[in-house]
């Protein structure tokens, strides 16, 4: 059975940073693709952030580029998200996902992942 968990929201001013953590079990990690997604209240589900399997490849959206650095550590079978300089407009629910067969073109897109966390909100306040 494959889980996803994430942690590491919370409550930031603007200005601050959290690093969100996401561990996968119960699949080869090192052959998954990681993605992390927002999702704000009324918003579709965004694409902020992609690792290939070997993290040679990592792809941003606009909106968070030099802000956010996205890493992996196979060996503890985690991803990570290292936000920085947080805007009031971060503020969403975070999701990550794990998807086998991701194209780089194609990294923002939620039907490009098979597995998806529960969720762990962040909250930045002006």
């Known amino acids: 059975q494959v889980q996803v968990v994430e942690s590491g929201g919370g409550l930031v001013q603007a200005g601050g940073s959290l690093r969100l953590s996401c561990t996968a079990s119960?699949?080869?990690?090192?052959?998954?693709?990681m993605g992390w997604f927002r999702q704000a209240p009324g918003k579709e589900r965004e694409g902020v952030s992609c690792?290939?399997?070997?993290?040679?490849?990592?792809y941003y959206a606009d909106s968070v580029k030099g802000r956010f650095t996205i890493s992996r550590d196979n060996a503890k079978n985690t991803v990570y998200l290292q936000m920085n300089s947080l805007k009031p407009e971060d503020t969403a629910m975070y999701y990550c996902?794990?998807?086998?067969?991701?194209?780089?073109?194609?990294?923002?897109?939620?039907?490009?992942?098979?597995?998806w966390g529960q969720g762990t909100q962040v909250t930045v306040s002006s």
């Open positions: 996902a794990a998807g086998s067969k991701v194209f780089g073109t194609r990294w923002y897109e939620p039907s490009e992942f098979n597995y």
């Open positions: 119960g699949l080869t990690f090192a052959d998954y693709a």
């Open positions: 690792i290939s399997w070997i993290a040679y490849n990592t």
